[in-house]
């Protein structure tokens, strides 16, 4: 044979198994990754002191570095995303080992984030314990998907004293002529045994200078011609045999062969506007033969350049005009005639290493507080005068990012973070911009059809949270509030079903990933939802419908409407305070949902609040109106988000047990709010968005502050027992109300 290619030729290494394949061999003949990777044998590092890093940068395919094998018992793992390993823009990624499948190791559950500017600086440990066999890791990151891996562990043998290497041997068969020549090919098994820690390695090449590869299998020859096979292995102590090998001869066997191989060859490589290839350009040959077959293909560089053996794609590297010559040969002797492609190599321009230049303009209509009234549109620019602009992306409050198109149009009440970046056709991404807005209810714009309005940072179904981000959907409602769990299921399976269903869309929508799916409709098996005892049974007492409605009782001063949405409003037709009230029963222990807004005119706001527990109003004559039988004999949970005024604020017990503004939660105004008060025994909870604000236990003595005349305080008047209301505390106070709905506990 001669020698390899000269300076403008590059060949890459022949293919390697794919690590899966190592791995299951690894586990039948106890090989270690490094040997099996083609490297050369070290000394087993001791188990106890095995670290194991991945680092990552900016980039979003690959982890910069990570371990290809480990042994078996405790290891240190180290995961770092910052400044120092090449993160220049704060992009978040993840180390997450893979456990749902039955292909890789499922004994370590590991789940990492890690980006620049956390309170670790990006750099994170995690101690574990790690079994023999192959494990997957991956970046959980929506659109970091192609950010995966596997890694071998081995059982570490137990290498002691043991100072002698491997026995080996090899044995080549198959059919052979009188002069002993292999007919139409060869069969060469390797044999390697170690009485001391055992064999850890067994590797062969082909050839006198053939790479290393894992030996796992008989390997087989059928070129013809005088053939090397070389072998070696490795023991678990570390002790390597010295290579040996085994030379034979293949001939082809009788054949009415007389046709030569078919060859062709094809040029790839980046190339510009005249068809020139930048840096460089890759030549693959092919050859085919239906008589005796292939038997060799060789190729040359230039009109004069030596023939060589042609094992894989040939890279071309050096500037100028190429010929590559080609032909091949079968296994009856037949040569194929020569032929040649030409192409020309020439410099590539300089790499762009600079990203675009991004931008965002929101327009729409303004309040005097500087929100947008119904909508937001927000309009987004790139520009790269270098490689160009590939894609550009955005993402609402923490959410994936998605492709942008046409303006973004942001209408969901409350107050939003859009945040954007560009990449270029280099691949270099710009450091993310954002935007911060403020969306408040406008007469043009219909609320979303949400079943519950849920801001909830993470999703729960049930009491269960899933861990998952919240986010906003494409239809604008929340991922709670689409697969909203309150109806009252008659099996777990069929709330499991819905539960599937709506998964699948957000996972179609792009707005979660296949692990946030799995954790979700884990957290739905785990809720119990639908199972004998376990249904959220909400009932509801106003659902918007004129029916529904009309079961309600006006008393006092003050009005509501019911508005087209099914909302209804406060009126100022008639001043003084009042109550709606539903007359229909009385609830003992319960959980009482609905939603509010502060519909007061700008620069007030709204004050109404909930009644509960009161009796029934119209069998108290010593009373001077109906509603006061609910202020004095229930309990009041007030609605009032102003800075100045009462000093009772949103989820307090009027009179009796206040809650602050900062411990209110205040929302934008115009901005749809959850409202639950959960009442057993004598114990209140009352939880806004889904978020506690407030608990307190009517225990007797307790008297109203401040003190009120004919107030009985907390004497026994304030019932086990009663009915629900909702206040009109005046014609200024304009307060909506919608979806009110209560379960029994």
């Known amino acids: 044979m001669r020698g390899r290619t000269r300076s403008p030729l590059r060949r890459p290494p022949r293919p390697r198994l794919l690590l899966a394949l190592i791995a299951s061999v690894g586990l039948l003949l106890g090989l270690t990754s490094t040997a099996a990777l083609g490297q050369e044998p070290k000394e087993a590092a001791p188990r106890a002191a095995q670290v194991l890093t991945w680092t990552a940068g900016n980039d979003i395919t690959h982890y910069l570095s990570a371990p290809k094998t480990a042994v078996a018992g405790p290891a240190t793992i180290v995961f770092e995303n910052s400044e120092a390993t090449g993160n220049t823009t704060g992009m978040p990624h993840t180390l997450t080992f893979d456990v749902s499948s039955e292909d890789y190791n499922k004994d370590v559950n590991l789940n990492i984030l890690a980006n620049p500017s956390d309170a670790e600086g990006g750099k994170h440990t995690a101690e574990v314990v790690l079994t023999p066999g192959t494990y997957r890791y991956h970046c959980t990151i929506p659109g970091h998907t192609s950010m995966t891996g596997t890694f071998v562990v081995t059982d570490g043998g137990g290498g002691g004293d043991d100072t002698t290497a491997p026995e080996t041997s090899a044995k080549v068969t198959g059919d052979q002529n009188a002069d002993g020549a292999y007919v139409g090919s060869a069969t060469v098994t390797v044999e390697a045994t170690d009485a001391g820690s055992g064999v850890d390695t067994i590797e062969y090449a082909i050839g006198a200078d053939g790479d290393w590869q894992p030996y796992t299998t008989p390997v087989v020859v059928d070129q013809v011609g005088d053939q090397v096979v070389r072998y070696r292995a490795t023991d678990k102590a570390g002790n390597a045999a010295a290579q040996k090998s085994a030379e034979f001869t293949v001939v082809t066997g009788s054949t009415d062969d007389k046709t030569p191989p078919e060859t062709s060859a094809t040029v790839a490589g980046d190339q510009d506007e005249d068809g020139a290839y930048l840096g460089m350009a890759t030549v693959t040959v092919t050859a085919s033969d239906t008589g005796s077959g292939v038997n060799t293909i060789e190729y040359a560089i230039g009109a004069d350049g030596d023939w060589q053996p042609y094992t894989g794609p040939v890279m071309v590297h050096e500037e100028g005009a190429h010929t590559v010559r080609y032909r091949a040969t079968d296994k009856a002797g037949n040569a194929a005639a020569e032929k040649s492609v030409d192409f020309t190599v020439v410099v590539p321009p300089a790499e762009d290493t600079t990203a675009p230049v991004v931008g965002a303009e929101v327009s729409g209509s303004k309040n005097s507080d500087g929100a947008y009234i119904g909508s937001a549109k927000v309009t987004l620019s790139a520009t790269d005068d270098d490689s160009g602009?590939?894609?550009?992306?955005?993402?609402?409050?923490?959410?994936?990012?998605?492709?942008?198109?046409?303006?973004?149009?942001?209408?969901?009440?409350?107050?939003?973070?859009?945040?954007?970046?560009?990449?270029?056709?280099?691949?270099?991404?710009?450091?993310?911009?954002?935007?911060?807005?403020?969306?408040?209810?406008?007469?043009?714009?219909?609320?979303?059809?949400?079943?519950?309005?849920?801001?909830?940072?993470?999703?729960?179904?049930?009491?269960?949270?899933?861990?998952?981000?919240?986010?906003?959907?494409?239809?604008?409602?929340?991922?709670?509030?689409?697969?909203?769990?309150?109806?009252?299921?008659?099996?777990?399976?069929?709330?499991?079903?819905?539960?599937?269903?709506?998964?699948?869309?957000?996972?179609?929508?792009?707005?979660?990933?296949?692990?946030?799916?799995?954790?979700?409709?884990?957290?739905?098996?785990?809720?119990?939802?639908?199972?004998?005892?376990?249904?959220?049974?909400?009932?509801?007492?106003?659902?918007?419908?004129?029916?529904?409605?009309?079961?309600?009782?006006?008393?006092?001063?003050?009005?509501?409407?019911?508005?087209?949405?099914?909302?209804?409003?406060?009126?100022?037709?008639?001043?003084?305070?009042?109550?709606?009230?539903?007359?229909?029963?009385?609830?003992?222990?319960?959980?009482?949902?609905?939603?509010?807004?502060?519909?007061?005119?700008?620069?007030?706001?709204?004050?109404?609040?909930?009644?509960?527990?009161?009796?029934?109003?119209?069998?108290?004559?010593?009373?001077?109106?109906?509603?006061?039988?609910?202020?004095?004999?229930?309990?009041?949970?007030?609605?009032?988000?102003?800075p100045a005024g009462d000093m009772y604020k949103t989820g307090s017990v009027y009179g009796f047990d206040r809650v602050g503004l900062a411990g209110a939660g205040v929302t934008e105004k115009g901005t749809w709010n959850d409202y639950e008060v959960r009442v057993v025994d004598q114990h209140f909870k009352i939880f806004r968005n889904g978020v506690l604000i407030n608990e307190f236990d009517n225990t007797a003595g307790q008297q109203f502050n401040p003190p009120r005349d004919g107030d009985p305080g907390t004497d026994g008047r304030r019932y086990a027992s009663g009915y629900i209301g909702l206040q009109v505390h005046s014609t200024s106070d304009v307060i909506s109300y919608r979806d009110i709905r209560i379960k029994e506990l």
Not at 549 to 557: L, P, S
Not at 579 to 592: A, H, I, N, T, V
Not at 606 to 634: C, L, M, T
């Open 389 to 642: 602009v590939d894609t550009v992306e955005y993402s609402i409050d923490e959410g994936p990012y998605l492709a942008y198109a046409k303006p973004v149009v942001v209408d969901r009440v409350g107050r939003h973070t859009l945040a954007y970046r560009a990449t270029d056709k280099a691949g270099n991404t710009s450091q993310a911009g954002k935007v911060v807005l403020s969306v408040v209810q406008g007469g043009g714009v219909p609320a979303p059809g949400c079943a519950e309005f849920d801001e909830r940072k993470t999703v729960f179904v049930g009491t269960v949270d899933s861990g998952v981000p919240n986010r906003i959907t494409e239809n604008r409602c929340r991922i709670n509030e689409r697969i909203e769990d309150e109806k009252d299921w008659t099996s777990n399976a069929l709330f499991l079903k819905h539960v599937t269903q709506v998964l699948g869309e957000l996972k179609a929508e792009n707005v979660i990933d296949q692990r946030e799916r799995k954790a979700i409709n884990q957290a739905a098996k785990q809720s119990g939802i639908g199972k004998p005892g376990q249904t959220t049974g909400y009932r509801d007492i106003m659902d918007g419908s004129e029916k529904s409605f009309q079961k309600w009782e006006q008393v006092g001063g003050g009005r509501f409407a019911l508005n087209e949405d099914g909302s209804i409003t406060s009126s100022k037709t008639v001043d003084g305070m009042g109550m709606l009230w539903f007359p229909e029963r009385k609830y003992d222990d319960f959980s009482l949902k609905l939603r509010f807004r502060d519909d007061a005119a700008a620069g007030a706001n709204a004050n109404g609040g909930v009644f509960v527990r009161f009796p029934q109003v119209h069998d108290h004559p010593e009373e001077q109106s109906p509603e006061w039988v609910a202020i004095k004999y229930g309990h009041e949970i007030q609605i009032f988000d102003s």
